[in-house]
């Protein structure tokens, strides 16, 4: 351990202890060639392989199970089924945790597909009205990480005219022409404009780096806005606003993610306007929140609330077998939380909570993707913020176990390195840090993730004195820059 170092982990193992905490670490060949390796390969049960490889002695210990479904995107109970229980034939499945697990294609039963050569547009294949579809990137986009000032230009052009056709009055379509009427959207088209906007949201959550996607939104709402310019009638105008509302949450998730909170913040607003247009409560009301998350995300929570109570409001009026409601909730939480407000918090919360009662389904993509399982960190971003580190790591570590994405892992992985500020013990600030900057470099999500861990500067001061933190200071600092850029 390093002299200036005097914490209770040193340097190897603080990194080993962050980097299991992102993903399978990099193990050397002769870790495969153990008897029971051999004979799980031999059975082809992947659920021996990973109890196998959980309590492989290379680790210095058994790694628990929810630590490994967590890379897997397995629940600690999925983990324990899938070791127990009959072997997987869920090729898909094989294939992704292979990868995860950095298994030698030579061990494996099956054969790992050859990565894809690097086009110089890059596809997107899905399929639209029984149709394969192919959406091309913009290869300036997936070159270039930074925003590409272009695309957002021309977005927030396209940005103010649809407004102004918003705000436009309704056309009087008796006294039009049959040449203007021919222009009229018929169900189909607009059925497939829906179909693109919700593929464009998939696309969105899956990126790593959420702003590859701003070529092919812009170009939709480019589609949309033409749409508009022309003559409709009242059914179909309402339905493009839906669609319009729909996209412009999208643009203005892109821009939150960029840190351009001005023209997310416009986004959210033209939004509101079509979802008003459209007479569509829960699509406005999840425009509201969204607004108001910029203001719980910047700590101006005294002006998120009256935001927050009129997304309540609009969302009563909604659909009850949504959960919109549910997730206006959990982010007035939070603004209850920024305020100090233990008692109003907890009743969010538990508003929140009620998710889990919603009968059938739970709408989980797209424009509103709120279920039960995003409460533990809901719950522990309340916590952190309310300074209650015991509660936020209940709740935070539970959230750790589960199904996370790489941008919300990182969240998570902040709120932990606060938690152990809270607690002034600067190993866990330390481990729980350099994960979360790990998580951000990999998603390119400076800015979500680095807001956050920005938050952790200035509770470094009293253990400054450590290289570790000094670095860790360091690092965060220069995150910090690069996403303001």
């Known amino acids: 351990m390093a002299e200036d170092n005097d914490g209770r982990l040193c340097g190897s193992c603080s990194r080993s202890k962050r980097a299991l905490l992102v993903g399978a670490p990099d193990v050397p060949p002769e870790f495969w060639e153990t008897d ?17 490889y959980r309590r492989h002695p290379w680790h210095g210990g058994t790694l628990s199970q929810g630590l490994v479904g967590s890379w897997l995107s397995l629940s600690q109970t999925q983990v324990s089924r899938f070791e127990s229980g009959r ?3 869920d090729l898909g499945r094989l294939l992704q945790w292979a990868r995860v697990l950095r298994i030698p294609p030579d061990h494996l039963w099956f054969r790992l597909p050859e990565p894809a050569a690097t086009a110089d547009n890059a596809k997107l294949p899905f399929t639209l009205s029984g149709r394969r579809v192919v959406a091309a990137w913009d290869a300036e986009a997936k070159a270039d990480e930074r925003l590409d000032d272009m695309n957002r230009r021309e977005l927030l052009r396209l940005l103010s005219l649809a407004g102004t056709l918003l705000a436009a009055p309704q056309l009087d379509l008796d006294r039009l022409s049959d040449a203007h009427q021919a222009g009229q959207l018929g169900n189909a088209s607009l059925d497939e404009y829906g179909q693109l906007n919700a593929h464009l949201w998939r696309v969105f959550s899956a990126s790593g780096s959420k702003r590859l996607t701003l070529p092919v939104v812009r170009r939709q709402l480019g589609v949309l806005t033409e749409a508009m310019q022309k003559p409709q009638n009242e059914v179909v105008r309402e339905r493009l606003c839906f669609l319009a509302g729909d996209l412009f949450q999208l643009c203005g998730e892109i821009f939150f993610d960029c840190n351009h909170y001005t023209e997310a913040a416009q986004c959210y607003s033209l939004a509101a306007n079509a979802c008003k247009e459209a007479r569509a409560f829960d699509l406005w009301a999840c425009a509201m929140t969204r607004h108001a998350f910029i203001s719980v995300y910047e700590r ?11 997304a309540a409001s609009l969302a009563e009026r909604g659909d009850r077998s949504l959960s919109t409601r549910h997730w206006v909730a959990a982010v007035q939480a939070q603004a209850y939380a920024g305020l100090g407000e233990f008692d109003a918090t907890e009743l969010a919360l538990e508003t929140a909570r009620q998710v889990d009662s919603l009968s059938g389904p739970v709408h989980t993509s797209g424009w509103l993707r709120f279920e039960g399982s995003r409460m533990a960190q809901e719950s522990g971003t309340c916590y952190v913020e309310l300074n209650q580190p015991d509660l ?7 959230a750790l176990s589960q199904d996370l994405s790489d941008r919300r892992r990182g969240s998570v992985l902040a709120d932990l390195a606060m938690v152990g500020a809270q607690r002034h013990d600067a190993d866990q600030l330390v481990v729980y840090a350099d994960a979360a900057l790990t998580a951000a470099q990999k998603t390119g999500s400076a800015g979500y993730v680095g807001r956050r ?7 470094l001061a009293p253990f400054i004195a450590r290289r570790d933190v000094r670095q860790l200071d360091q690092q965060i600092k220069t995150l910090s820059t690069a996403s303001a850029v």
């Open 36 to 52: 029971q390796f051999k004979d799980a390969f031999k059975a082809r049960h992947m659920g021996r392989v990973v109890s196998t």
């Open 453 to 459: 861990l920005a938050s952790l500067r200035p509770q």
């Open 300 to 310: 101006d929570f005294k002006l998120a609330t009256p935001l927050l109570d009129r």
């Open 392 to 398: 936020a790591e209940t709740a935070l570590a539970t």
């Open 87 to 89: 072997p997987s034939n």
